[in-house]
């Protein structure tokens, strides 16, 4: 499945059925969203809630990795920190792009969409590569040579948490 969704973030023209896929929640998320007006924290929440759905099939994949990986059982904790991280990941933007002004977004705009794609691309190829080293068993010799390569006193640190 992870490779599976790195191929979606590569081809054009998978992520084009992804989105028509998921295009009717994403369709039922724009037309609640028009209907619900924006005073009171409740729903502002809601409004949360709706931009989940109207935005899924841009996250879809990334999540479906994050979930798949932690699915598997192994390492809780580290699932638990790339959960974290995931959410810190996605929560990022949203936060720096609601802070900036309409005239600096309008000024950067062109440079975050190209970020975007080169980041879309980046990731898609991570995920297909460690998908394709998970199901060949070839990660199991990957991590035994990074562990060889890594000093001592960060294998301790990094697996007592």
Not at 36 to 49: E, N, S
Not at 145 to 160: G, K, M, N, Y
Request: hydrophobic share 55%; glycine share 12%; charged share 10%.
């Amino acid at each position: 499945m992870l490779a599976l969704f790195g191929l979606i973030l590569l081809v054009p023209k998978l992520q084009a059925v992804f989105v028509a896929a998921m295009s009717g929640l994403s369709s039922s998320g724009h037309q609640l969203l028009a209907r619900i007006t924006l005073d009171g924290l409740a729903r502002q929440l809601v409004i949360g809630l709706l931009l989940g759905a109207v935005w899924s099939p841009c996250f879809g994949p990334t999540l479906g990795a994050a979930t798949t990986l932690a699915s598997q059982g192994k390492d809780l904790t580290q699932i638990t920190v790339l959960m974290a991280i995931f959410g810190v990941g996605a929560a990022a933007p949203l936060v720096i792009l609601g802070s900036l002004s309409r005239v600096s977004l309008v000024k950067v705009r062109g440079r975050l969409l190209n970020a975007g794609r080169y980041g879309k691309q980046l990731f898609g190829s991570s995920m297909l590569c460690f998908g394709i080293l998970i199901v060949t068993g070839a990660d199991k010799s990957v991590e035994a040579w990074i562990l060889d390569r890594t000093p001592d006193w960060l294998t301790a640190f990094s697996t007592r948490f």
